[in-house]
Every structure is written in structure tokens, then in C-alpha cells.
């Protein structure tokens, strides 16, 4: 189990050939995990990028912190959160109204058409996944979107693997019910 924890850290610290912690390197394998997670919370690119970087800001400030008993995935997910919950606590998120973002769609071949169909199915399924209420959607983030096993999971939000289980089968009957008949 040392051996094990050891080896995350090791992963963790990403060291370059001088030793020297090498955050790029953890940006480069955890960003997209934590981008995403980021999305899912605060529904604007623009915020969840500003969340991206605060959570790499909190985890370098925090590397001595770090005491290896879950994995680097789980312990950037878990600042990730927390740093969304933060965001859309504040101020400046109840008051401040994003600009929308326009792009126009145009279909020219069969594969564009199918690329919008694909994004299309994945916003419907965004959507649904964020209309879930926040426990449910916590877990769903972490299971399907993170690759996170139900142990990881339950490291990250901070509860019992068996309420991570149950979560996650009333979250997909609720996905499920939600989903039925849109999805082409």
C-alpha cells in the first residue's frame, strides 16, 4: 500500500531532469479531466477556464499538502469542485450576466451533418446530466466523465463507496427518464 501511494506521488510530482516540480506536465495530463469537470458546474467556457486555472494555482501552492492517499486525478478533481462550488457562490457570478457566444452552423457534407447530430446528442445529454440535482450529478461527473472507479469517486466527493454506488444508479434511472425518446 506505501509502494502504491509512493507511486502517485511520484506520478503527482511530474519532476523534470533537474527535479524540480513540472506543473505543465500535470496540466498536459489532468487539464482535460478538470476542464470538463469545470464545465459541468459552472455551464460557461469562459468560467470554466478561469476555474481550470485556479484549481492548478491551488494544487501547486498546495503540492506539500498533497499526502498521497488517493490518487493525483482524484485530489485535482476534488479542488476542481471545490473551487466551482466557490465560483458560483460568489458575488460576481449572481451578478454578473456572460455574453453568449454565436457561431453559425453550416452543414456542406454528409460528415459536418453528422458532427452536428453528434454535438446535438452530447449538449442533450450535457443538459440533462446538469439538470440532476448536484449530488447526482457530482457522481455521474466523476464516473463517466473523469474515468474515476466508484473508489475514486468516493474519494473525491468526500463519501462512502456504497453512496457513490447508489448515487449513480438513481442518477442513471433519472438519466435514463429524462433522455427517453430525445436521443435519435
Not at 487539464?31 to 469562459?46: E, I, K, P
Not at 456542406?108 to 450535457?126: A, G, K, T
Request: charged share 30%; glycine share 4%; proline share 2%.
Amino acid at each position: 500500500m506505501k509502494d502504491e501511494l509512493q507511486k502517485g506521488a511520484d506520478t503527482f510530482r511530474g519532476e523534470n531532469d533537474s527535479g524540480d516540480l513540472d506543473i505543465e506536465s500535470l496540466m498536459r495530463t489532468y487539464g482535460n479531466d478538470v476542464l470538463r469537470t469545470a464545465y459541468s458546474y459552472v455551464n460557461d467556457r469562459s468560467a470554466a477556464e478561469d476555474c481550470f486555472q485556479e484549481t492548478f494555482i491551488k494544487a501547486y501552492r498546495n503540492l506539500a499538502n498533497f499526502r498521497g492517499e488517493s490518487s493525483v486525478k482524484t485530489w485535482l478533481i476534488r479542488i476542481a469542485v471545490n473551487v466551482c462550488k466557490d465560483y458560483l457562490k460568489s458575488a460576481y457570478q449572481r451578478h454578473v450576466v456572460p455574453m453568449m457566444e454565436f457561431e453559425e452552423d453550416a452543414i456542406v457534407s454528409e460528415n459536418d451533418f453528422e458532427e452536428v447530430e453528434n454535438r446535438d446528442r452530447n449538449e442533450q445529454i450535457l443538459e440533462a446530466v446538469n439538470s440532476l440535482p448536484e449530488h447526482y450529478r457530482e457522481v455521474i461527473m466523476c464516473v463517466f466523465y473523469n474515468d474515476m472507479s466508484i473508489e475514486e469517486a468516493a474519494n473525491a466527493l468526500g463519501t462512502a463507496p456504497g453512496t457513490v454506488k447508489s448515487r449513480l444508479h438513481r442518477a442513471k434511472e433519472q438519466l435514463k427518464n429524462k433522455l427517453e425518446g430525445r436521443l435519435f
